[in-house]
């Protein structure tokens, strides 16, 4: 089937006993059993629930995997996977991630024991240089959060299985509809469905899936043990917003590269970071291992100063953490989704306090660019 087909029906089908279209919510904290020993599959909701099996059964069936498991959040999700490892391992990865899952890398795992050192995953020298013999898992986002580099999934995961490791990609930017990490090798896909997945800024939860049986039953235990799971509600919304993912996905592209397109010809405007670009550095990886380049854009103005202030003129654009909703917000990331990176680590990089970052909606790309021009103005 198709995506826009499995979106709507992977997973799912019809209440059984009632004909309902929608997957109800089951809103039950414990269920009913038949018999000492005896019960109908589920037996107490932090374990099971009818409403978030049919979630993970629909995003295993988006990322191609064997199954999925869901999380209260995205950092939720991460933590789960890093239960796969045990104190000594050594884990490689993206030198520009999400802040938040870097602050969960080194202010309570390396505590726990975990190493972890960080490089560029789109070079694959730097990647391999890093690796050592106690690496047990790679961490990668393509893109990357919020300087867009790219890097090759095929290759990497030769790389990290050269090492005896496995790779976990996170997809949140560009989703099973424009990437399949599965497809190109990765050993686990992940998302905070807070984004695009749930599509309408009104859910918070994570998800990973793999056909990895090993790594998922690790996952189911973590799950189960911690019980840090999405209730009903959540995953009935998740449910609820993926069913348009692939009539919005190519819409946010569509607006993103007009914003691309007027960022560029603006003077104010110092750089502009977007996979899309002819120019960008991965900008040929990205052809070949994604169906598209997203909905997310990057530029740097001349000043922090400036920045401020552009932040204050937006209409259209809010100024607002996360991002993947209908709705076009404006993140500054040294300051929001990045403060826990230290200033010496985001600007060695190349990651300036003038940065602002860009998650494209869904409206008139016409009425998000005179937004634009008239808050650079």
């Known amino acids: 089937m198709g995506i826009g087909t499995d979106a709507i029906h992977g997973g799912q089908s019809p209440d059984k006993e009632t004909g309902a279209i929608s997957v109800p919510i089951y809103q039950t904290s414990t269920y009913k059993q038949d018999a000492i020993g005896q019960h109908r599959g589920y037996e107490y909701a932090r374990t099971h629930n009818p409403t ?28 789960a996977i890093l239960k796969n490892l045990k104190a000594g391992d050594h884990v490689v990865a993206g030198n520009n991630m999400y802040g938040g899952t870097y602050r969960l890398f080194e202010q309570i795992y390396r505590r726990l024991g975990l190493e972890f050192d960080y490089v560029d995953t789109s ?46 990609v996170d997809n949140t930017f560009l989703t099973p509809f424009f990437q399949s990490p599965l497809e190109l090798g990765a050993d686990v896909v992940m998302h905070s469905t807070t984004k695009y997945l749930g599509g309408h800024a009104d859910v ?3 998800i990973a899936a793999s056909r990895n049986a090993e790594i998922l039953e690790r996952l189911r235990f973590v799950q189960n043990a911690e019980g840090a ?28 590269r007009k914003v691309v397109e007027f960022l ?11 996979p899309g670009l002819e ?7 990205s052809r070949r ?18 920045a401020q202030e552009f932040a204050k003129r937006v209409r259209v654009f809010t100024l607002a953490e996360s991002l993947g909703g209908i709705e076009s917000l404006l993140c500054h990331p040294s300051s929001m989704t990045h403060a826990a990176v230290p200033k010496e680590e985001r600007e060695r990089i190349g990651f300036t306090d003038s940065l602002l970052r860009l998650s494209v909606g869904i409206e008139d790309a016409d009425d998000l660019v005179e937004d634009l021009r008239q808050a650079l103005a």
């Open 204 to 206: 918070v939860g994570g």
């Open 264 to 274: 560029q010809s603006q003077n104010k405007v110092k750089r502009v970071f977007y």
């Open 289 to 306: 291992q994604t169906r598209g380049a997203g909905g997310m854009v990057s530029f740097d103005l001349e000043s922090f100063g400036a």
């Open 123 to 168: 070079d694959l020298d730097a990647l391999r240089e890093a690796m050592r013999p106690a690496t047990r898992m790679v961490f990668v986002e393509t893109p990357t959060n919020p300087l867009m580099n790219v890097s090759d999934i095929a290759a990497v995961a030769d790389l990290t299985h050269d090492q005896g490791a496995f790779l976990v």
């Open 52 to 79: 978030r099996a049919a979630w993970e059964r629909c995003l295993a069936v988006l990322e191609k995997a064997d199954e999925a498991v869901a999380f209260s959040s995205g950092l939720a999700t991460t933590s």
């Open 279 to 285: 120019t960008h550095s991965g900008y040929e990886i």
């Open 229 to 256: 799971v999405p209730g009903p509600q959540d995953c009935f919304l998740a449910l609820r917003g993926v069913k348009t993912l692939a009539v919005r996905m190519p819409r946010h592209e569509e607006n993103a």
